[in-house]
């Protein structure tokens, strides 16, 4: 859903993009999806594949390598998940360094990412991805936060007119400015190589 936007801005515009994968360590994702139980294996292929799609995109790719955890799709569930996370790293202090580590170094003009009120899905992790990924950006000073952008594909056939459902997935909410308005993010445009999103 998120590839149109970022072909245009890493493949068709030439911006330098960046991504960190927060959350593949001892993960079950692969459990749902082709039956694989094994959390090594799991986050092995994980790895592989978004190095695999960050080439796409002529970016490149960091991992945290925090463990993909799987609570409830809820405020208690986002909860747990900072509280284990930040156990892991020492301490939630050092858990939002490591944001801010990746924020000094790259000094992003944008950050694209889940929205912290509901993950796109709910999913506690990207809430939690999310939540401490913005508390670092508070910590930079004004002159050199980036602009946030929060991903909203959240029930988009429900939220915008059924005409235009078909033809726009994904949409964005600009942090914290415009926090209720969703921009639209219109997929038919055609890229560079002549494809559409």
């Not at 002159?143 to 939220?159: G, H, S």
Request: glycine share 8%; hydrophobic share 40%.
């Amino acid at each position: 859903v998120v590839a149109p936007v970022l072909a245009e801005a890493c493949v068709d515009r030439g911006a330098h993009c960046h991504f960190v994968v927060v959350a593949e360590s001892k993960s079950y994702g692969c459990l749902l999806t082709i039956g694989l139980r094994d959390p090594i294996e799991c986050s092995r292929r994980r790895r592989l594949e978004m190095q695999e799609a960050v080439a796409i995109f002529g970016g490149d790719v960091e991992f945290l390598g925090l463990e993909d955890l799987f609570y409830a799709f809820n405020q208690q569930g986002m909860l747990h998940v900072i509280r284990d996370w930040a156990n892991s790293a020492g301490g939630r202090d050092r858990l939002v360094e490591k944001f801010l580590k990746i924020l000094k170094r790259e000094q992003p003009a944008l950050v694209f990412t889940f929205d912290p009120r509901h993950g796109s899905s709910c999913h506690a992790a990207h809430r939690a991805t999310a939540t401490l990924l913005i508390e670092a950006i508070r910590r930079l000073p004004k002159a050199r936060q980036p602009d946030v952008w929060l991903e909203q594909t959240t029930d988009i056939d429900e939220k915008v007119p059924k005409a235009r459902a078909v033809i726009e997935a994904l949409g964005y909410v600009g942090w914290p400015d415009t926090a209720n308005e969703t921009v639209w993010y219109d997929a038919t445009r055609s890229l560079k190589d002549g494809r559409t999103g």
